[in-house]
């Protein structure tokens, strides 16, 4: 007899790789440079920061990018080793020396020194992030203030290129960065973000966040998915069905054979046997 009650049991969700956590460095600390006296902006102190010589004027930017696991946890790539992100940048910020083009190395704990150097989203009572590194950045310093600063779409690149997906670009010009922002849901595609910005007095400051996710090793998201997208727990539970459908009808055949095999009985009897079919139903 069949249970009334169906169990489903949910697959948790799983990631190829653990969140990294970081905490951002607080006023003190070695890596903590400043913030501004009306609560605008914070700022770390970041290796890969670096002045234009000559210094053309106070134009800045930054380029980052910021990993994540399925779950849009901040990572650091230690499953992808031999793999590079690929950022084409043009002549106005050249002069770096990590650009033209800005390559990035995974797993960036193997590769820098300071893996994550800014806290570009969440809220919290800082002035901006929510207290953890999440972004690896470029930092550059001295552009004039009418400066045209350009970067190209990323590219990923070596032995896990197929599992780091480039979800998209979130860039913010002109103000102080807001990152009140998701990284995966507020992420533009290239041409909807624009690939640069120019800067006017007073809006002499960009940023741009390239957002990557990792995609888990065999593929899929903790559910098994034939190639039309259905769930084998959906197919089970369809078969399931189909089977009781099929049973019932053979009870209800069986039943009708029953009634015929018993001559002279009649209809009181094919009544009788349909009830018993009937209820047979209920109960299960």
């Known amino acids: 007899m069949s249970s009334l009650f169906t169990t489903v049991v949910v697959a948790e969700p799983t990631v190829s790789e653990e969140a990294y956590v970081e905490a951002a460095p607080e006023k003190g600390d070695a890596y903590f440079e400043a913030a501004a006296s009306d609560g605008s902006w914070i700022s770390y102190k970041n290796p890969r920061d670096e002045y234009r010589s000559p210094y053309l004027g106070d134009g800045s930017a930054k380029i980052c990018v910021a990993l994540h696991n399925e779950n849009g946890e901040p990572i650091v790539g230690e499953t992808l080793p031999n793999t590079t992100i690929t950022i084409p940048t043009g002549d106005a910020i ?43 950045c470029y930092e550059f310093h001295g552009l004039t203030e009418d400066e045209t600063v350009e970067y190209g779409e990323a590219t990923v690149d070596g032995e896990h290129a197929d599992r780091l997906e480039v979800v998209g670009y979130v860039q913010h010009a002109h103000s102080a960065w807001d990152s009140d922002v998701d990284p995966i849901a507020d992420a533009e595609s290239y041409e909807e973000a624009g690939g640069g910005w120019t800067y006017y007095p007073g809006g002499s400051h960009g940023q741009v966040v390239v957002v990557l996710q990792l995609d888990s090793e065999d593929g899929s998201d903790g559910a098994t998915h034939d190639g039309d997208g259905t769930d084998e727990a959906e197919e089970s539970s369809d078969a399931n069905e189909d089977d009781g459908a099929d049973e019932d009808a053979g009870m209800q055949s069986s039943a009708d054979s029953e009634v015929d095999e018993m001559p002279g009985f009649g209809a009181p009897v094919a009544l009788v046997a349909l009830s018993i079919v009937a209820l047979a139903r209920t109960r299960r």
């Open 94 to 136: 050249g002069w770096h020396s990590s650009a033209d083009p800005i390559t990035v190395q995974l797993p960036l704990t193997e590769h820098y020194d300071r893996p994550l150097d800014a806290d570009q989203f969440g809220t919290s009572d800082l002035p901006q992030g929510d207290g953890y590194m999440d972004s690896h």
